[in-house]
Structures are given as C-alpha cells and as structure tokens.
C-alpha cells in the first residue's frame, strides 16, 4: 500500500470519545478486487455474516469485505487494536463510475465487539437487500 491516501481511506475516523486521545483507525486500501490468492487472504468470513443473495465476502490480514455481484455496494470491516484493546470499524462505499464514494463511516462508532460489528454489517446489507432487490444493485 501506498503512503498517499485515497479517497475512501481512513484518514477522517477516530476511536476514542472525546475526552482522550483522538487516535486515527489504521488506512486501509481497498481499491480494486482482493486477490484471494496467497497464504494470507481466505475467500471466507471470519464474521459469519449472513449474506444476502449476490453478496460475497472475502478476508485478508484483519480487513473482510463484503461487495455486492453487481459491484456497486461495498462494505469494509476492519478490525484494528489501540494499546491492548481491539476495535473494529465499518464503511460503506457505493460505486460511482469508476470511483468508490463513501456512503456511510463508521455505522455508528469503532465496535469493541466483533458481534457487534457483524450485526452493523448485516443490518446494512439488509436494508440494501430491500431497498434494491436480492442481488444488491
């Protein structure tokens, strides 16, 4: 990865509430397709997301992405440590032409719970489901 950050990078996101210290949640570049090739990277979800139909997700270090089949809809879950405490973080980014436009940061905050998280996620991929029919476009 690069040290320029793109767009849809992390560079606006916090963990922390106000009253300590504002860290940012680590960049992660999520331009262009997961090769799922490679010791690191596994075409599963280590969250067990119920995925609706045309959604598939992959994982590689501590990022799993969640994409529509039409490739409109894009759903990153990140999980990321501060000290020893865990944290993951969701985004949502929809397609626009050839670029990815963040829909939604955080769906509410950094989760310090990865169940949590899988439930932000699931809800979203829900609320997509119905609102553009089974296959996310």
């Given at each position: 990865m690069s040290h320029e950050e793109?767009?849809?990078?992390?560079?606006?996101?916090?963990?922390?509430?106000e009253a300590s210290?504002?860290?940012?949640?680590?960049?992660?570049?999520?331009?262009?397709p997961i090769e799922i090739e490679g010791s690191d990277t596994q075409p599963t979800d280590p969250y067990e997301v119920d995925l609706p139909a045309g959604w598939s997700a992959r994982s590689r270090d501590q990022t799993t992405v969640y994409e529509s089949d039409g490739g409109d809809h894009r759903v990153?879950?990140?999980?990321?440590?501060?000290?020893?405490?865990?944290?993951?973080?969701?985004d949502?980014?929809?397609?626009?032409?050839?670029?990815?436009?963040?829909?939604?940061?955080?769906?509410?905050?950094?989760?310090?719970?990865?169940e949590e998280a899988a439930a932000a996620v699931e809800s979203y991929l829900d609320r997509v489901d119905s609102e553009t029919g089974c296959d996310g476009r």
């Open positions: 793109s767009a849809i990078d992390s560079s606006d996101r916090f963990v922390g509430d210290s504002v860290e940012e949640a680590p960049s992660v570049d999520i331009d262009g990153r879950l990140v999980e990321f440590s501060r000290g020893l405490s865990l944290y993951w973080w969701v949502v980014f929809v397609r626009d032409g050839a670029e990815w436009r963040r829909l939604e940061v955080g769906l509410g905050d950094s989760h310090t719970d990865p």
